[in-house]
């Protein structure tokens, strides 16, 4: 369990990583997705990894320890939320820049 | 304070936040009433701002501790707290200030080259001052996210190719820092279980060896993110590109927005400084090399700049690596000289921005200046350029060189920091106190104070270089004139700045408690962690 989700991390940071690098504003865009779906893993996972424990407290109980942390949980719901509002912002803007320029280069204007 | 002066902490949050939902409602149209709105609302953020400041450094009993204010009547770890001391009070009057006169230079002509300008403004506002008052890192983040936000509207406000180009970069370089942001925020509370900042600060000494890199990292991640927004190089190259092509009442504004990185790394030092020499001090004092760094950049790039508003840009990038360099000495005595460097340095830069359109207006003519594309046709309501002449709104001011070749050499002497202007006391202070202490007064801190002289030298040359450029090479083209809208803004960051040396000596006092707070961390994580909940019914 671990170690697959430290690998799902690693695989989508690295190629968020490289496609945050290269020339076309579409690939970055995808980019930015995939490390932001890479950071709200690692946010959750900054919880420690649980299976089958309820997030929410009942009022009754008071054995924390039966429950997933429920905080990272808020803290990537908020996390997604945002993220998506940027990149739909960033979608625009890429459309805007290439209705404008006329290519879809990060710099407005392609290389000589 | 009293019960209503109690809830006055979360009006520079909550009276931005409704006032520009309101104006949202309101068809693009209806121009003068959104002017009115937000206008009034930044000039009550004046005065809240100011009460605010006053009741922090004089409160009405004891000694002066900063206040806490439990949202939702949470308990502190466990809710967000808004804290207000010296530090974010000062903060908080200089956002409002940038505000109020942003604006107003704003309605002149601006606010019409594209729509929502003034919602955008207000919750750039709200974003800003969230992020002064906020106690906890991941409500910090939230803020931060809010001002981006809204930054990236105002740096596209106007349109055109260069302008969604350069915003482009800025909003790509912003999402991706935002991501470091996520990160280390994350690892903090990985390591220590909470995100209240304060709770932070207590936990640190307790964090047990294994855990103590996962921290460290953590911290360093979130201060890179911090540095991007500060503008230290080598992260700060997007600065003068995005700022110089972006509105100049939004790049003016965009002046507090620097400083936002840079208030953020002066409370993560004060607080969790004493543990972990991540951001300054110690054997790791990396940061006063960058901020060197900074300044080398800043100095060079400036004196290589062509035009007035890549001039600006390198004079926020000058200023944001002194700041750095004088946070990164750790030393107590620099304080209280690099607050009230942060304070004029501020208003310099905006008045600078603001200044810039009138004075090349003057010199090249009304054509060749904005470049204002309509994005959305339905939505234009007709730019600056469309108007040339017939509709110039207020009274034309004569003697239009007169005053505004005063103005520009208020501002070029503001940016060299000569005598006696308030850049000058700032500078001056921080020299002092890096070469009164003997002990520590090794080879970089004679290195920083020739950079501070020699970063004053290079802005005057640049800006007598643009000066003559621009003022003084006689033209047969009419004057173009003045308008009072756009001049009176103008005219109050240089008044703020001259208050700022009129009343040198409360303000430095003022600077001299700021740092001293600064340096007694507990009065804050006691002040935060002791606020019991009030009022509430047992259920």
């Not at chain 2, 002066?5 to 409704?18: K, Y």
């Not at chain 2, 006169?101 to 309605?107: D, G, I, N, P």
């Not at chain 2, 607050?339 to 905006?350: D, E, I, R």
Request: a neutral charge.
């Amino acid at each position: 369990m671990e170690s697959l989700l430290s690998l799902m991390i690693g695989i989508l940071a690295a190629s968020g990583t490289w496609l945050i690098f290269r020339p076309r504003t579409y690939q970055v865009v995808i980019g930015l997705s995939l490390l932001s779906y890479g950071v709200n893993l690692f946010i959750l996972a900054t919880g420690r990894l649980r299976l089958d424990a309820p997030p929410v407290i009942g009022r009754t109980t008071v054995d924390p320890s039966l429950y997933a942390d429920p905080l990272p949980q808020a803290l990537v719901l908020t996390a997604i939320v945002i993220s998506f509002a940027t990149t739909a912002l960033l979608l625009v803007v890429l459309l805007a820049s290439r209705g404008l320029t006329g290519t879809d280069h990060v710099d407005g204007r392609e290389p000589k | 304070m009293n019960a209503v002066l109690d809830h006055l902490i979360v009006v520079p949050i909550l009276l931005p936040l409704v006032v520009a939902a309101t104006i949202l409602v309101f068809n693009e149209k209806r121009r003068r009433l959104k002017q009115v709105l937000s206008l009034a609302t930044t000039a009550a953020l004046i005065i809240v701002s100011a009460v605010l400041l006053y009741l922090t450094a004089s409160p009405t009993s004891g000694a002066p501790l900063p206040q806490v204010y439990l949202l939702g009547n949470w308990p502190a770890p466990f809710g967000i707290v808004l804290v207000i001391d010296h530090l974010s009070a000062l903060m908080l009057v200089l956002a409002s200030i940038l505000g109020f006169t942003c604006l107003f230079y704003a309605v002149a002509r601006w606010d019409r080259s594209g729509p929502r300008f003034h919602a955008l403004f207000l919750f750039l506002l709200m974003g800003v001052n969230g992020a002064f008052l906020t106690g906890d890192i991941f409500n910090l983040f939230v803020f931060f996210e809010v001002m981006l936000a809204s930054s990236y509207g105002l740096a596209l406000h106007g349109g055109g190719a260069v302008r969604t180009t350069a915003s482009l970069h800025y909003i790509v370089i912003n999402i991706a820092t935002s991501l470091l942001f996520l990160i280390g925020v994350s690892l903090i509370y990985a390591v220590t279980g909470t995100l209240n900042l304060a709770d932070i600060a207590r936990l640190i000494p307790s964090v047990s060896s294994e855990d103590d890199p996962l921290l460290q990292s953590g911290l360093a991640i979130l201060g890179i993110a911090f540095l991007v927004k500060a503008g230290m190089w080598p992260l700060g190259f997007w600065l003068p590109n995005t700022y110089g092509v972006a509105s100049p009442p939004a790049a003016a504004v965009f002046a507090i927005l620097t400083k936002v990185g840079i208030y953020i790394i002066l409370r993560f030092s004060s607080l969790l400084l004493p543990e972990y020499p991540v951001f300054a001090g110690g054997s790791g004092a990396w940061l006063k090399y960058a901020g060197m760094a900074t300044m080398v950049f800043g100095i060079v790039s400036l004196l290589a700049s062509r035009t007035l508003s890549r001039l600006a840009g390198c004079y926020l990038i000058i200023s944001s690596g002194t700041l750095l360099a004088a946070v990164g000495f750790g030393n107590a005595a620099v304080t209280p000289g690099l607050l009230f460097y942060l304070a004029s340095s501020t208003l310099t830069a905006s008045a600078m921005y603001l200044i810039i359109e009138p004075v090349e207006r003057n010199a090249v003519g009304d054509k060749a200046l904005s470049i204002a594309e309509p994005v959305f046709e339905d939505e234009y309501l007709g730019g600056p350029e469309d108007e040339e002449g017939e509709t110039e709104i207020g009274v034309a001011i004569p003697a239009t060189v007169a005053l505004l070749g005063g103005a520009f050499i208020l501002v070029a002497l503001l940016l060299a920091g000569l005598p006696p202007l308030p850049s000058f006391l700032g500078k001056f202070a921080i020299i002092d106190a890096l070469v009164r202490q003997r002990s520590a007064a090794d080879a970089s801190a004679w290195m920083m104070v020739a950079l501070l002289i020699i970063s004053g030298l290079a802005a005057l040359i640049a800006m007598t270089r643009a000066g003559i450029d621009l003022l003084w090479i006689p033209n047969d083209r009419p004057t173009a004139r003045l308008n009072i809208v756009e001049a009176s803004p103008i005219g109050l960051l240089l008044a703020a700045c001259v208050a700022l040396i009129i009343c040198g000596s409360q303000t430095m006092v003022y600077m001299e408690n700021t740092a001293e707070e600064l340096n007694r961390p507990t009065a804050y994580v006691d002040a935060v962690l002791s606020k019991i909940a009030t009022d509430r019914k047992p259920r």
